[in-house]
């Protein structure tokens, strides 16, 4: 239950090369090497708890993995049952996708997670996943962690979700690999698209028509990743923010992905008034490039549509729509109730300890632009609000307690941090 005391920053500019790897691509490289023949490459994975933890799993279920500090390779024939109970930490994806992974693979697993994870609502995985013949369970009828799989046969499927969710899509997408037929999933706005693209570069017969995934069953194994794992762009996106609320500053995130369902909340960020452009540098898997960001005065905003692509970077943007003049609203965003923490209430409450004016609803919030006054804020064990009110701290100083859940995806954070700003750790 470590905290940290924030200092006021200064303008600053400076160029950010070493901003932590992507975390859904990092448990994505780990998990579907899996399902591979051959050795999968992956450099500059996430050392962070929630995708060593998933990748202690993938060994667990007898994978060989050879690490010498820059490249990890990972070879299997084929997922284990394994002895051990699968601990997933603090991450809803990892449980997720491998409630999908697993639910076809022989034997028996159990999935667990940490005390925050353990509450998250698992019933959007484990329902449909049962409806195609899963054997699938745990507390609350199967809702919550721990969970018990007992790999089975599944039937294929035409599933039209109800929610824009990239881990369910990408749990049903894993299941539907190992179905007996053709399989469809079909969302109401199109989520993050990682694991279609990657295991269509790993040779999946895997198609996208514009909100519908069509899914053929494996015939072999597929190729082995050789894959650079980019910069997360909701990582970078704290530093965004800094930039842009700090008058005359300026950042250059280098080496980020730049796909399109991953940088909509700069895109957001640029509506309201911030200087940002984009540069190209790779395109193999996933889209790479630089993003520079330049203080401008801001103004509110709507936030309403695809939601599903800036729904991690909701709290941070919402640090932004404080120092913004006038009123912003985010609408249609309950997804947020379920993440480590209901993040809808933990920005609220954050953002009104700080003297901000924000009115919450069932979908989203309001917030009035004002003037951020320091305060003492809880981050409930939650990596993204413990990091967003520190950037608010950039501003007015803040104190932020329970920051260990930080070390779950940008170990280097307050490296960086401390570039811009005085720090100091209780």
Same mark, same amino acid.
């Given at each position: 239950?470590?905290?940290?005391?924030?200092?006021?920053?200064?303008?600053?500019?400076?160029?950010?090369?070493?901003?932590?790897? +992507?975390?859904?691509?990092?448990?994505?490289?780990?998990?579907?090497? #899996?399902?591979?023949?051959?050795? %999968?490459?992956?450099?500059?994975?996430?050392?962070?708890?929630?995708?060593?933890?998933?990748?202690?799993? @993938?060994?667990?279920?007898?994978?060989?993995?050879?690490?010498?500090?820059?490249?990890?390779?990972?070879?299997?024939?084929?997922?284990?049952?394994?002895?051990?109970?699968?601990?997933?930490?603090?991450?809803? &994806?990892?449980?997720?996708?491998?409630?999908?992974?697993?639910?076809?693979?022989?034997?028996?697993?159990?999935?667990?997670?940490?005390?925050?994870?353990?509450?998250?609502?698992?019933?959007?995985?484990?329902?449909?996943?049962?409806?195609?013949?899963?054997?699938?369970?745990?507390?609350?009828?199967?809702?919550?962690?721990?969970?018990?799989?007992?790999?089975?046969?599944?039937?294929?499927?035409?599933?039209?979700?109800?929610?824009?969710?990239?881990?369910?899509?990408?749990?049903?997408?894993?299941?539907?690999?190992?179905?007996?037929?053709?399989?469809?999933?079909?969302?109401?706005? $199109?989520?993050?698209?990682?694991?279609?693209? #990657?295991?269509?570069?790993?040779?999946?017969?895997?198609?996208?028509?514009? $909100?519908?995934?069509?899914?053929?069953?494996?015939?072999?194994?597929?190729?082995? $990743?050789?894959?650079? *794992?980019?910069?997360?762009?909701?990582?970078?996106?704290?530093?965004?923010?800094?930039?842009?609320?700090?008058?005359?500053?300026?950042?250059?995130?280098?080496? @980020?992905?730049?796909? *399109?369902?991953?940088?909509?909340?700069?895109?957001?960020?640029?509506?309201?008034?911030? +200087?940002?452009?984009?540069?190209?540098?790779?395109?193999?898997?996933?889209?790479?490039?630089?993003?520079? *960001?330049?203080?401008?005065?801001?103004?509110?905003?709507?936030?309403?549509?695809?939601? %599903?692509?800036?729904?991690?970077?909701?709290?941070? $943007?919402?640090?932004?729509?404080?120092?913004? =003049?006038?009123?912003? @609203?985010?609408?249609?965003?309950?997804? /947020?109730?379920? =993440?480590?923490?209901?993040?809808?209430?933990?920005?609220?409450?954050? /953002?009104?300890?700080?003297?901000?004016?924000? +009115?919450?609803? =069932?979908?989203?919030?309001?917030?009035?632009?004002?003037?951020?006054?320091?305060?003492?804020?809880?981050?409930?064990?939650?990596?993204?609000?413990?990091?967003? !009110?520190?950037?608010?701290?950039?501003?007015?100083?803040?104190?932020?307690?329970?920051?260990?859940?930080?070390? &779950?995806?940008?170990?280097? !954070? !307050?490296?960086? /941090?401390?570039?811009?700003?005085? *720090?100091?750790?209780?």
């Amino acid at each position: 239950m470590s905290k940290v005391k924030v200092f006021p920053a200064e303008k600053f500019s400076l160029s950010m090369d070493e901003i932590a790897p +992507d975390k859904s691509i990092s448990h994505r490289s780990a998990m579907f090497s #899996m399902l591979a023949c051959g050795t %999968s490459e992956i450099s500059n994975f996430l050392r962070a708890e929630d995708t060593l933890n998933t990748l202690e799993i @993938v060994k667990n279920l007898g994978a060989k993995i050879e690490d010498d500090g820059t490249i990890i390779k990972i070879s299997s024939d084929g997922i284990q049952e394994s002895s051990k109970i699968l601990d997933c930490g603090n991450s809803g &994806t990892g449980m997720r996708l491998f409630c999908g992974l697993l639910s076809s693979a022989n034997g028996h697993f159990i999935l667990t997670g940490d005390e925050y994870l353990c509450r998250r609502p698992m019933k959007r995985v484990t329902s449909p996943l049962r409806d195609i013949g899963a054997k699938l369970d745990g507390r609350n009828d199967g809702d919550l962690a721990p969970l018990s799989i007992r790999g089975a046969s599944l039937k294929a499927f035409d599933y039209v979700s109800k929610i824009a969710s990239a881990q369910v899509k990408s749990a049903m997408i894993l299941a539907a690999l190992r179905a007996d037929g053709i399989c469809t999933y079909t969302e109401p706005e $199109l989520s993050r698209d990682h694991t279609e693209r #990657m295991l269509k570069g790993m040779g999946a017969e895997v198609k996208v028509d514009g $909100l519908t995934t069509t899914i053929a069953p494996m015939k072999e194994l597929l190729s082995p $990743l050789k894959i650079r *794992v980019p910069a997360d762009p909701s990582s970078a996106f704290f530093f965004a923010v800094a930039a842009a609320i700090t008058p005359d500053s300026k950042i250059i995130l280098e080496g @980020v992905t730049l796909n *399109v369902t991953r940088i909509e909340a700069f895109k957001a960020l640029e509506r309201m008034g911030a +200087d940002i452009k984009y540069e190209l540098t790779d395109d193999k898997y996933e889209p790479v490039g630089n993003i520079t *960001v330049s203080y401008a005065p801001l103004h509110a905003i709507t936030v309403e549509e695809n939601i %599903s692509w800036l729904i991690d970077e909701l709290p941070a $943007l919402s640090i932004a729509f404080a120092c913004a =003049k006038g009123v912003s @609203v985010v609408k249609n965003a309950e997804e /947020l109730r379920v =993440k480590e923490s209901d993040r809808i209430s933990t920005v609220v409450n954050g /953002l009104m300890a700080c003297g901000i004016t924000v +009115d919450e609803y =069932k979908d989203g919030y309001t917030v009035k632009g004002g003037l951020l006054q320091s305060a003492a804020i809880d981050s409930h064990g939650d990596h993204r609000i413990a990091m967003s !009110f520190i950037i608010a701290g950039l501003r007015c100083g803040m104190e932020v307690d329970d920051i260990d859940c930080i070390n &779950t995806s940008f170990p280097n !954070f !307050f490296d960086l /941090l401390s570039r811009i700003t005085k *720090v100091e750790f209780k």
